[in-house]
C-alpha cells in the first residue's frame, strides 16, 4: 500500500500543493519553516483525524481559510485500481469521503490509510504518560482486529456512564449494572492487547540489531489492576470494584480497569526514560513506531507508510546512515523530511527515491 498522490489545501503554511509519491522513498527537502512538516500535519490529519502537533484544527488552517482538505491516492500492490480518499475539516465539522462516497466515522478512514507518523516529541511514547502508551498499543489492535474498535467504543462509553453514576448519586441505582458491563469487557480488550504487543516484540527482534545493539528491551502490558487480581476471574473483579467503590465516589472516577493499564518498556531491566540519552531516545521511539507500522499490517499488500518528519535531528552520522538502511528494508513507502544539511554524510545513491524541495509552502520536484 502506498500513496500514488497527495493533494493539500490550506494547512498551516501551504496553501495549495500536490506531490505524486514514488512507491518507497520520497525526500522532502527545506529548511525550518519552509512547510516540511506541514505536509506530514496533512497527512496525520488524513489518517487520524488530527494533528500530531496540535489538538486545535484552527491551528492548523491557514489564516484567513475556512478549512483544511486533505485528498489522497492509494495503490495497492495487488490492485490496479486507486483508492480515492479524503478530509476536509473545520472546528465545526469534518467531511470525509472515500471513491466519492460520504463515510460517517474517521475510523473508516484510518482504516484506509495506516501512516504511522514518527516526529521529534516523538519521545514522548518513552517519557510521556501512559496515555500515549495504551494508544500506541491500541493502534496495533485497532489494525489487528476488526472487532477492536467496537470493544473499544462500547468500553469508553460504559466507562462513562459509570463516572456520572459516581459523581451523581441520583444515578447511583445503575452503578451495579455499569460496573457489570465494565467488568465484561476487561478481558477480552486486555487479549487485543496481548496479541498486538505479541506481534510487536516479534517485530522488534527483527529489527533491533540494526539499530539497538547489545541492549535487552522489554515490553511488559499491566491489566490496569492489581497484580494479584487475575483480570479472567469475574468475581475477582467484581469484588475489587466492590472494595474500591467508596474511593471512586469520592474521586467521582472509575480507578481500576484497562483504561489504566500501562505499557511498560525497560532496557536490562530498567525504565528506558531513566536511562537512556536524548539521542537514544530518539533512536528507540524510531524503533517502537517502526516495529508498530509492521505490527498493523496483516500481510505484504497492507503494509502501512511511514512518514518521519526532521529524520536526521540529534544523530550522529553512523545513526543516521544505519536508520536509512533500516528503513529501506521494511519495503514500506516512506516520506522523509529534511533539512538539506541533515543529508550530510548519508549515502543515498544506490536508493530509488523521488525528491522534493519546499520553500514558502510550495514544492518542487528535484
Not at 532496557?267 to 521511539?285: F, H, T, Y
Not at 536526521?312 to 552520522?317: F, P
Request: charged share 20%; glycine share 4%.
Amino acid at each position: 500500500m502506498w500513496i500514488k498522490q497527495i493533494t493539500v489545501h490550506h494547512c498551516r503554511i501551504i496553501q495549495q500543493a500536490q506531490l505524486n509519491f514514488f512507491p518507497r522513498f520520497n525526500i522532502i527537502l527545506g529548511d525550518n519553516g519552509s512547510g516540511k512538516s506541514s505536509l506530514l500535519e496533512a497527512l496525520c490529519i488524513l489518517s487520524r483525524g488530527r494533528s500530531y502537533r496540535s489538538s486545535r484544527i484552527n491551528e492548523v488552517i491557514t489564516h484567513h481559510a475556512d478549512s483544511i482538505l486533505c485528498n489522497a491516492k492509494i495503490k495497492q500492490d495487488n490492485s490496479d485500481k486507486l483508492l480515492s480518499v479524503g478530509i476536509q475539516k473545520n472546528n465545526k465539522q469534518t467531511q470525509i469521503r472515500i471513491n466519492q462516497q460520504n463515510i460517517k466515522n474517521q475510523a473508516e478512514l484510518s482504516k484506509a490509510t495506516p501512516i504511522t507518523i514518527i516526529h521529534p516529541d516523538s519521545v514522548n511514547l518513552i517519557t510521556g504518560g501512559p496515555s500515549l502508551r495504551r494508544a500506541f498499543i491500541d493502534w496495533i489492535a485497532f489494525y489487528q482486529n476488526p472487532d477492536f474498535y467496537q470493544h473499544w467504543k462500547q468500553y469508553k462509553r460504559i466507562l462513562r456512564q459509570r463516572n456520572i453514576c459516581l459523581r451523581d448519586p441520583s444515578q447511583r441505582y445503575a452503578l451495579p449494572y455499569w460496573t457489570e458491563q465494565l467488568i465484561a469487557l476487561q478481558q477480552p480488550l486486555h487479549q487485543y492487547r496481548i496479541a498486538a504487543l505479541k506481534e510487536l516484540n516479534n517485530n522488534i527482534k527483527k529489527i533491533q540489531h540494526g539499530l539497538w545493539d547489545g541492549a535487552k528491551l522489554d515490553i511488559e502490558l499491566s491489566t490496569g489492576f492489581p497484580s494479584d487480581v487475575d483480570i479472567n476471574d469475574t468475581n475477582a473483579l467484581q469484588a475489587i470494584y466492590q472494595q474500591r467503590l467508596d474511593n471512586d465516589i469520592k474521586s467521582h472516577k472509575t480507578f481500576y480497569g484497562i483504561h489504566r493499564s500501562e505499557l511498560k518498556i525497560s532496557i536490562n531491566g530498567v525504565i528506558a526514560s531513566q536511562v537512556v540519552s536524548r539521542g537514544q531516545l530518539k533512536i528507540l521511539s524510531i524503533l517502537l513506531l517502526i516495529a508498530q507500522s509492521a505490527s498493523a499490517s496483516t500481510n505484504e499488500q497492507e503494509k502501512g507508510i511511514i512518514a518521519i518528519d526532521d529524520l536526521t535531528a540529534e544523530l550522529d552520522d553512523n545513526n543516521r546512515q544505519r536508520l536509512i538502511d533500516l528503513l529501506i528494508k521494511t519495503k514500506q513507502q516512506l516520506i522523509m523530511t529534511t533539512t538539506p544539511q541533515g543529508m550530510e554524510g548519508i549515502n543515498l545513491n544506490s536508493i530509488e527515491k523521488t525528491m522534493f524541495h519546499v520553500k514558502h509552502g510550495e514544492f518542487e520536484s528535484i
